[in-house]
């Protein structure tokens, strides 16, 4: 499962006709958010600062998948999280994931990822974002709550969902990492880019430890798809000129469009 599908509002305007902007997202994933910039008009400059690979020990997945009919909810927080969780489930259980199996996912991308593999959707927060998930996911004290993401993911969600009297199994369903080429960095920096967006906190990460200096960013906006990846900008003294709202890629595009209308 990657994210290539097209993005579903893509304007008719080409509202950031010759804009050159950098998308960090792993090489798998970039698709949506590169084909929403060519229909804008600008040319996107893929760097993939992260990528993805299976848990060193696939043991604890296979055994959460095993008894994912005990658990109350299952919880993805990405589409790479719905690639190898849901695969792990639908590999435990050939024959249909078990009917009482409810699924929440962080975000409509997760979401739609979900739909894609056929797996259900029984709840979504209202915005894409883990503490969201955290406040609003309906839980009973004592719940199971199997939590399928990466092994870098944020703790808040498993302590978030555990404060509230959950029985939460954190488990690594895939390995993230934070990683670019250093070359492709400083190519796509002597371009010039107007601006350089940002998914996820692995992403920064990834892009900014390849980058030679924070300050060889100074003339790009910075782009994040959310308040948690904006945050990741300010160890390296840097911050986010503009936060997606709503923070998925659609979200991100609509925010370029703003900030160079």
Known sequence: MTDARPTRDAPTARTLDGRRVVVTRAEEQAA??????????????VVPSIRFLPAADPGPLAHAAREVDRAAWVVFTSATGVEYGWGAIRQAWPDGAPASLRVAAVGSGTADALRDAGAPVDFVPRQAIGDALVAELPLDRGDRVVLLRSHIGRQAI???LAARGADVRDVTAYRTLTEADPGAVRQALAARPDAITFTSP????????????????SDAALVAIGPVTAQALAPFGLTADAVADPHTVGGLLATLDTLFS
């Open 202 to 217: 692995s992403t920064t990460r990834g892009f900014l430890d390849a980058a030679p200096h924070p300050s060889a960013l």
């Open 32 to 45: 949506s958010l590169a084909g929403g910039l060519r229909q804008r008009g600008a040319t996107p400059l």
């Open 158 to 160: 498993a302590s978030g």
